[in-house]
């Protein structure tokens, strides 16, 4: 009888062995390859002490050491692009073509790191503000928390690992990294090819398993501080069990991608049809909610329909794919549900999806209410909704009528309008003439509303990762 190979935790540089797991199944072919070991409050308990030690032998590396080992992590990981960029893709289902991004962009971030950390200053305090201050010297510095665990999601297991990763070790921490299930086997690989890149054992810690080990991390008392990139529920959960320590949350999101009457429709189209669709809209800030002045709606939808079929959807291993499948079959069911939903609440297709196995080609739909489920939840697969708007300020109404608030997109020539959304449009981040699912590393992306707290982004992250200590001086 076949046997599938166990996917263990990766701790101190040894593996650790669990109790109980479940089967991990390739998205492509519902094919069973591996059986994820659930770590568990052992786990976390076994990862922890690991940490802590690690922590302890390395708290005070200076940061010429902690530069040394993002720029060798970067290194390790273009080293091995190629081979992280598959697994990432078998696991994922993922096109190959974005998964080399992928690995292209978190070496990238662990460079951007690198430099920002020299950066992170303090600060001298002009004490004698205060009467009683005269005479006296105050001045601030960071410092690391300690055992900070990051909880990822897995639609970017290289991005959104090394979002959490790189700016913990250049704030001086150790970290215990809980992936999904689809992100656990890169997580895995970047662990060990960083400690075989020279970073000290147990300073970079992964725990495999699903919810109960994600839990047990966050609740462990000596975990101080969390990041977490996932659903609303489930970040809202793993913060009730974290209780009082830092919790830095990138939560769901409905993207609202606001075309105006000015503006390019042509570049429009094509930009929001890219959020909307690689990846399978598999990104928490892909576009879904596509508000369109309606001077230009039925232009701008005749472009975005064509946009849309001209998105090759087939085999992750293909690069010409922009669609592979998505993470299981369940995920395609659901969204063709949140489909159906729309339908029956007076929904029409411009553009209908067609799903196969976990494949789910791109889908637009129009005339969708604000009572169908489409328009309230965050869709998480390869559709969008167009709507139409008579003025400013109905396109402001209409993107904030939802609980999300990450980031968001408008498209003008105006600057005057520009700057109105820039005011009132209810998102973390907001691009002008570029479209929601737009990202670059060195601005703070976060969200507002259900959208999370905290920020990301190379610098930002680094100061969350660490806590600002005062020392005061009385010569």
């Not at 503006?263 to 800030?285: L, T, W």
């Not at 020539?413 to 820039?422: G, L, N, P, T, V």
Request: aromatic share 8%.
């Amino acid at each position: 009888m076949s046997t599938v190979p166990d996917i263990t935790s990766f701790v101190g540089g040894e593996p650790l062995t669990g109790t109980g797991g479940f089967d991990f199944v390739r998205p492509l072919d519902g094919k069973v390859i591996g059986r994820i070991v659930e770590a568990g409050p052992d786990g976390v308990k076994a990862a922890v002490r690991v940490a802590s030690a690690a922590f302890a032998a390395n708290r005070k590396a200076p940061v010429h050491q902690r530069v040394a080992w993002l720029k060798a992590a970067a290194a390790a990981l273009l080293g091995s692009a190629e081979e992280i960029a598959a697994v990432i893709s078998e696991d994922v289902g993922k096109p190959i073509r974005s998964c080399r991004f992928e690995v292209r962009r978190g070496a990238e971030f662990f460079e951007v790191c690198a430099a920002a950390l020299p950066q992170l200053n303090g600060e001298v305090l002009p004490l004698d503000s205060a009467a009683a201050g005269t005479g006296l010297f105050g001045f601030t510095r960071h410092i690391p928390y300690g055992v900070v665990a990051g909880v990822t999601p897995f639609n970017a297991p290289v991005n959104l690992l090394v979002q959490k990763v790189a700016p913990a070790i250049a704030a001086g921490n150790a970290i215990i990294a809980k992936p999904a299930p689809a992100g656990t086997r890169t997580a895995l690989m970047l662990a060990q090819l960083f400690e075989q890149a020279g970073w000290p054992k147990g300073l970079f810690t992964v725990l495999t398993g699903d919810k109960a080990t994600a839990g047990a991390l966050c609740a462990h008392p000596l975990v101080r501080a969390v990041s977490f990139t996932g659903g609303t529920a489930g970040g809202e959960a793993l913060a009730r069990l974290a209780g009082a320590k830092k919790f830095v949350a990138e939560l769901g999101s409905n993207a609202a991608n606001i075309v105006l009457a000015d503006a390019d429709i042509v570049d429009a189209a094509k930009r929001i049809a890219a959020a909307a669709f690689e990846a399978s809209g598999q990104q928490c800030i892909s576009a879904q909610r596509v508000l369109v002045h309606e001077s230009i709606a039925d232009a701008f939808l005749a472009r975005f329909v064509d946009a849309a079929k001209a998105m090759k959807a087939g085999h992750p291993d293909d690069p010409q794919t922009d669609l592979g499948p998505m993470v299981n079959r369940a995920a395609a069911q659901r969204v063709m549900e949140v489909c159906g939903d729309a339908i029956a609440h007076g929904a029409v297709y411009a553009l209908e999806p067609r799903r196969d196995d976990a494949l789910v080609t791109p889908g637009i739909l129009c005339k969708v209410p604000q009572t169908a489920r489409l328009w309230r939840e965050e869709i998480f697969g390869p559709i969008a909704l167009v709507v139409p708007f008579a003025t400013i300020e109905d396109a402001l109404r209409l993107a904030n009528d939802s609980p999300f608030g990450l980031q968001g997109s408008v498209f003008t020539r105006d600057i005057k309008s520009a700057f109105s959304f820039a005011d009132d449009f209810d998102v973390g981040a907001l691009w002008i003439n570029e479209a929601s699912r737009f990202r670059l590393d060195v601005y703070p992306f976060g969200g507002v509303k259900q959208s999370g707290v905290g920020r990301e982004g190379a610098r930002y992250a680094i100061e969350e990762f660490s806590q600002i200590k005062f020392v005061g001086i009385r010569p």
